[in-house]
Each structure stands twice: as C-alpha cells, then as structure tokens.
C-alpha cells in the first residue's frame, strides 16, 4: 500500500519530485567533483615534494656504524631506515628513516636520539611532506597548514550541499503534512508514516547520486586537463594528469547516501511525531507574522513590498542556504580579487618593478664555495659568453660586526642607540654591539666596477660598507627612511663568526674559548647598494668585501660551505627567446659539473603571472561553487514550494491583487534575495580591504586604480540573473494554475 502511495505522490507531484532529484543530484556532482579534485591536488602536492626532498620521514646525521643502523630498524615503529649516500660523507653519515605510523615520529625521533647518544640537533624532520598528512610539531608555532585549510574549505561546501539535500526534503515533506494527517487519523503509525517518506528519498536519489558522482568524476577530470593547458609553460614542474583512487568514488558515494538518508529522516521524525489533529489543521503555509513589519521594504515599494518581506521573513529558515552560500561566495570572490591585485601592486613594486634593470638571468652554483669557484676553467669561460653585457658572481654569508658604542652615529643615538632600533638584530657585548653583519662577497672585476660607481678608490683590501639603517620609529617598509648607521670616522670594521644564541656569541673556534674576530679597512661608506637581485633587512649592517680579501680573512671568521650566484645581464632589449637561450648557454657550461638552479627576469614574471592566474582559477571556481550552491538553494525553494504559494496568492487575488501586482511581488522577493549578500559584502570587503591597504601602506587610489570592479560587478549581475530566472520560471508556473483551485487542492499535476 504504501510504496503504491509513494509512486503515484511521485508521478502526481512531479515539481516537489523534480525539486529532490536535482538536489541530489547537484550535491552528488559537486560532492564528487570536489573530492576528486582535492585527491588530486593532495597526491600532486605529495608527488611534489617526494621529488623536491625525498620521501623520508625522518632523518639522524651523525657518526654511525652498521649496528647504528641495525638498531634504527629494530625500532618498533619503524618501517625501514637506509643510508642516504648522496648526504653522507667520509666523517658523518646520514640516515633516513620511514615509519609505519609516521603521526608519533615526534616522539619516536627523540628516543632513537637517546639510544644512539646523539644531541636532538641531529635530527631532522620532513615537515612539509609530513604536513600533508596533517602532521605537524607540536613545537611549531605556526605549522603549515595548507591541507588543513584545503579540508576546512571542503567541510564548509560538503556542509552547504547538506543544507540544500534537507531543506528539499523538508519542502517536499511540509507541503503534505495535511494528507499524512489523514492517513494518521485513519491507523497510519509513526513508523509506518517516516518508512514511507525514506522510501521515497530513496527511490529519488538513487539515479541522481549515482550520475552526479560519476559526472562529478569527469568534470574534475576536464578541470585538470584546462590546469595542465594553462601550466604547460611553467618551468620546473612536473605533470600533474588525472588521480583518482577507488576509495574516493566509495566515500562520495557512502558519504551521498548518509547525507540523503539524515537529510529525509529529520523532517520525516518530525512529520511523524506530530497528532492527526495537528496534521489535520495545519495548511502547509508559511505563518506570516503581522507584527513584524518590513518598513524599507514598504516605504520603497508599497504594499507588494510589505507582502514581499513577510514572505521572505517567513520563509528565512529554509533561505539560509542559499543567503549564506551567495554571501560567502560573493565575499570569497571579491576578497580574492582584491587580495591578488594588492599582492600584484606590492610584488611589483617590490620585486619586478625594483630589479627590472638590475637582473636578466639568475644562476645559483649550488654548495660551492666562491674561492673554490673562481679557480674552474668554467669562470673564465662565463665570462666570455658573448650573449652576456656584464657578469657579477657573488656570495652572501651571515656574520657579525663588532660595534663600539662611541662609533654609532649620532642620528642613530638621537632615536635611542642601536639596542632600540634594532632591535633583536643587536646584542650588547660589553662596551660594544654585536650586529647582523651580511658579507657580500664580490669577484674582484664587480668589486672594482662598485667602487668607481660609488665615487670610491678603487682598492681590493678593504670593504665597502652599507652605511644605513631604516629609521623604523618614524617611516613605514613601504616609504622607509634611512639614516647613518655608524660614525663614519671609523676607519675599520670588527667582524667575526656569527653565533648560534646571538650575534658571536654562541660558537667558538678549535676549541680556544674565544670569538676569532678580524679588523678590515673601510674603503668607503655609501647608502647606494651595487647591481645584485639581493633584498638586505633595514636594520643590518651589511659588508661588501672583494673576493681576493675574503680568501684571506675567511678562515678566521667562518667557512660554511654556500651557495655561489651568479648575476647575468643580457644585452639590451633582450627577449625572452634571447633569455632563454643565454639560459641554455650557462646550463650547458656549468649543468654537467654543477648543481645548478637558473631563472631569467621574463620568464620569471611569465610563471608568477601565471601561478597567480592559477590561484585565482581555483578560488574563483570554488566560490562559484558556493555561489551554484546557493542558487540552486533558491531555486529548489522557488519552484517546491509551489503550493503554498498558489494557495498564498489565490488569497492575494481574492482581494484584488491583480496578476501584476503578484509579478511585481515576485520582482522584489528576486531583488531582496539576490541583493542581500551584496549588501552584507560591501561593508565586510570594504573594512577588510582597507585594513589590508593600510597594514601594506599603500596609497588608497593606487589600489582603487587596479581594483577589479569589473570581475566583481559581472559576478554580482549573474547572481542577480540566476535568482530573477528561478523567480521567472517559480511565478509562471503559478500564474498559470487556476488559482481559485489552489485552497483545496493537495497535488500539482
């Protein structure tokens, strides 16, 4: 009897049927097309590192034996641990070790210290493949959380899809609450009445759940394929393609099922606890509350505007999914805008626009030591490249300057000495400062070519010093001011070994108990830095040191092994295919002996804009995703809830409303629903916005010249054209029914 009931509600009542399915049906295909999308992005990210770092887990360098690593393998955890010979050498060794459960390597690490006796700095830690399992350092103050925000944006859409499966169930349900009451009054029990109503959600979302899962899996493969398109030119990548696992099409699935089943058993239990007499009277309307009143609403529009707010109020339970979904998508997209163009503005003037004439092709010699450089076969020819206007090989290291407290200068001792300006950059060592001192290392030829530009004696036994300090007290990073970091009449520099606890205060040389420090000449003093893409923090106190002084002063002060670069600027007016192939001569000069990372200005810019545009991509879809969400939030209430509102407007008619003035009603409901998430957004992105360019510094009209108003205003209209068609096609349908009808009629044909 009952599934005989159930098929002929189904085939009479095709609107509240149609409302279900294609709720089903657009959760599953969202739901489905987000998982696979995430899965994907997760095993590229995955894939990413493992290729950057290595798969390891964990890792312990230090001195250690075959029965080292025997132990190691015989920890309960771990899975495996192998020597990594490319790390290791003839005094230390390096093991890297994999866990079975890799979410207690926090304190798994620690007691494999312990049994090999080796100090916690030995180990080290994969972080951000570990981070993409969401496991974090329970040290880490500020862990990445990349994935955690992935799965936070997740959750918020899977929890809107939700919302918009039950409030269909809940339409379709409410609107027979008169006809279960009959059947209440006539033996029907609870049980029997909620059986029926699941058997019905089930019947409806079968077919749907299993096409949009299906549809949702190819609509994520046609995403990735337009995002490998779109990269295609991106150096330094590897190939994404089209992941997917069995157990994502299982959990889509199972996860549909659930939330159909919870989604109709809600309003269903609710149906069935009420009495036949309850039922029985209730008319499946929306209680219009008199005594609230939509002032603005009537002072703008009449009487149809005071009918339009009431409706509106009265139906605010069953909006909220798609007022949300509309107001957070609008808000995400507009903030996503406004942050990228901001980001844009600042990257320019920091980066692009800053070093456009100062860089054309970067190279880095990877762990090689400029001095062991300089002696290759390999510099002299670089040199000799005949697509090269000017060369400048460098090293930059980090040590420390000796300051006394008489050698400040007096700008500086104006706005409270070194120690207040800056700051954590400066330790008080008895009658002196110690300083963050970067050296920069120049080959002989820049060095000299520095000198002659800054008016300065061209001299190899001395250093040039950068004698500035960003007056932090009084000026912004964006607009710094600089004053006079030292007395210039010091005739010397102080430098030595940067320490571990402060600025030479923490390491010690061959075991004497004192800092090793060496005095050099000062050439000049200058606030003019030379023509490197280098950035040098406002409150350091930076050295550059020609490259046949640092041979012999830099056993003294340090000799960690670094990173040797190479500044390369093309001839004039250089394109990108120029660039490139200036690229190609240097690889194929120092690939086959060197590690060696190389970038050129152009291209540089050509993959951050296109990074960018792939950002923008990605958050734009999913705001439009939440953005369909709510729209199809309104149309599952505009065209499911046609009863009531024929019964509403037979009403309206019956005293003289005329069809019109119900259009026109219509009309206003359309503008109040599209028009509230903008005004909710304006005044939240305006604040955020302004708080924004006022922590950047930046000149308002500056952004207000690049604001993306037009992206925006066009994201704005397709809400209001979406929300106004569900109304058009919603008041249509009731126009056309015969109203009188409608207060005794229980079905839609």
């Known amino acids: 009897m009952w599934r005989d009931y159930s098929i002929s509600y189904i085939k009479k009542n095709r609107a509240s049927s149609i409302s279900i399915i294609v709720a089903a049906f657009i959760s599953a295909l969202f739901l489905s097309f987000l998982c696979s999308l995430f899965y994907g992005f997760w095993v590229y990210e995955v894939e990413g590192i493992v290729l950057e770092e290595g798969d390891w887990q964990g890792r312990i360098t230090g001195i250690m034996d075959a029965d080292d690593l025997t132990m190691i393998q015989s920890f309960g955890n771990v899975k495996k641990a192998v020597v990594n010979k490319d790390l290791s050498n003839g005094q230390e060794t390096v093991i890297d070790i994999y866990f079975e459960d890799a979410r207690s390597i926090f304190q798994d690490m620690p007691l494999i210290a312990d049994r090999l006796e080796v100090e916690e700095d030995a180990l080290s830690y994969n972080l951000l493949l570990l981070s993409r399992y969401l496991i974090h350092d329970p040290k880490d103050e500020s862990p990445p959380l990349l994935m955690t925000f992935y799965l936070v944006i997740l959750l918020i859409v899977s929890f809107s899809l939700i919302l918009i499966i039950r409030n269909s169930f809940a339409m379709s349900m409410n609107a027979r609450i008169h006809q279960l009451g009959i059947f209440s009054s006539v033996g029907a029990s609870p049980g ?28 994520s493969f046609g995403v990735t394929q337009a995002i490998e398109l779109i990269a295609a030119d991106i150096p330094g990548r590897h190939e994404a393609g089209f992941r997917y696992h069995p157990m994502v099409f299982g959990v889509t699935i199972l996860s549909s099922f659930l939330t159909v089943l919870c989604s109709a058993w809600l309003p269903a239990g609710k149906l069935s606890r009420m009495t036949p007499l309850e039922a029985i009277r209730n008319t499946g309307e929306w209680k219009l509350k008199k005594e609230k009143h939509s002032h603005i609403l009537q002072f703008l529009f009449g009487i149809e505007g005071e009918l339009a707010g009431n409706s509106i ?45 100062v860089w054309d092709v970067m190279a880095t010699v990877e762990d090689t030591d400029i001095e062991d450089f300089r002696m290759t076969q390999e510099w002299k020819e670089l040199q000799g490249l005949d697509r090269v206007r000017n060369l400048a090989v460098y090293q930059r290291l980090e040590v420390a300057a000796r300051i006394p407290e008489t050698g400040q200068s007096r700008e500086l001792a104006a706005l409270g000495g070194i120690g207040m300006v800056a700051g954590p950059l400066a330790v008080k060592a008895d009658d002196a400062w110690l300083v963050q001192a970067p050296v920069v290392v120049l080959d002989d030829d820049s060095f000299m070519e520095y000198c002659r530009r800054i008016g300065a004696s061209p001299r190899l036994d001395g250093a040039i010093v950068l004698n500035r300090i960003w007056d932090s007290l009084n000026s912004n990073f964006r607009y710094p001011r600089y004053i006079p970091y030292v007395d210039e009449r010091l005739g010397t520099v102080v430098l030595q070994e940067a320490g571990e606890t402060g600025y030479g205060t923490g390491r010690t040389r061959e075991g004497n108990g004192k800092n ?50 190479i500044r390369i600027l093309a001839a004039k007016g250089a394109s990108l295919a120029d660039m490139d192939a200036l690229e190609g001569d240097v690889l194929e000069l120092l690939g086959n002996k060197y590690g060696i990372g190389i970038e050129n200005r152009i291209q540089e810019k050509i993959t951050n804009d296109y990074m960018i545009f792939g950002y923008q991509l990605i958050l734009g879809g999913l705001c439009s995703i939440l953005a369909l969400i709510g729209i199809a939030n309104v149309f599952s209430n505009t065209l499911g809830f046609l009863r009531q509102r024929r019964r509403e407007f037979a009403r309206y008619m019956s005293i003289g409303m005329t069809p019109s003035g119900i259009r026109r009603l219509f009309c206003i409901e359309a503008l109040v629903i599209a028009g509230r998430p903008v005004l909710i957004t304006l005044p939240i992105a305006v604040a955020v916005m302004g708080y924004m360019i006022k ?24 809400i209001f054209g979406f929300v106004a068609l569900a109304y058009y096609l919603g008041g249509r349908k009731v126009l056309r029914c015969n109203l009188s009808d409608a207060l005794r009629d229980d079905t839609l044909e």
């Open 192 to 219: 029997q009445i909620r059986t029926c109503l699941i058997q019905e959600a089930v019947v409806l979302s079968l077919a749907p759940i299993l096409f949009g899962s299906i549809l949702g899996i190819a609509l």
């Open 695 to 718: 922590a950047s510094y930046l000149d308002p009209m500056e952004f207000m010249a690049e604001a993306p108003i037009i992206p925006i205003l066009v994201f704005c209209l397709s």
């Open 516 to 565: 090793t420090t060496v005095e050099i000449p000062v050439i000049a003093y200058t606030q003019e830095v030379p023509v490197l893409r280098e950035e040098y923090d406002g409150h350091a106190f930076v050295q550059f040191v020609p490259l046949s002084l640092w041979g012999e002063i830099s056993g003294k002060i340090g000799e960690v092994r670094q990173d040797t670069s």
């Open 313 to 357: 109020k009265a139906r605010r339970k069953v909006m909220y999914t798609s007022t949300l979904s509309l107001t957070l998508s609008l808000l995400g997209f507009t903030l996503t805008l406004c942050f990228f163009t901001l980001s844009g503005i600042s990257t320019g003037y920091t980066y692009f626009e800053k070093y456009q004439s």
